[in-house]
């Protein structure tokens, strides 16, 4: 499984453990548009976290917030460690 299908998944993991509606996911949807709310965005970071070993949020030096889902996936994609 790629780092987008992990994303998208554990989005959808998420979104079902909170009982949240979620809406057809796309790389340039924004990312408030999902269906997620910030407890929900909380809990994909550290799910993602314990996945993948590391929390680019917490190692970037200069933090851009990801707007789309597609910014969210390159994000991580340009964080993983060497």
Do not use: W
């Not at 790629?2 to 079902?16: F, G, M, P, R, Y």
């Not at 993948?52 to 994000?75: K, N």
């Amino acid at each position: 499984m790629n780092l987008h299908d992990i994303i998208i998944s554990e989005i959808a993991t998420v979104a079902k453990e909170q009982g949240k509606t979620l809406n057809p996911l796309s790389d340039d949807m924004a990312l408030a548009a999902c269906g997620l709310d910030s407890l929900g965005f909380a809990i994909l970071v550290a799910n993602l976290e314990d996945k993948l070993g590391f929390d680019p949020f917490a190692t970037a030096e200069d933090v851009r917030y990801p707007q789309t889902l597609g910014d969210l996936v390159r994000f991580y994609h340009d964080a993983v460690p060497a």
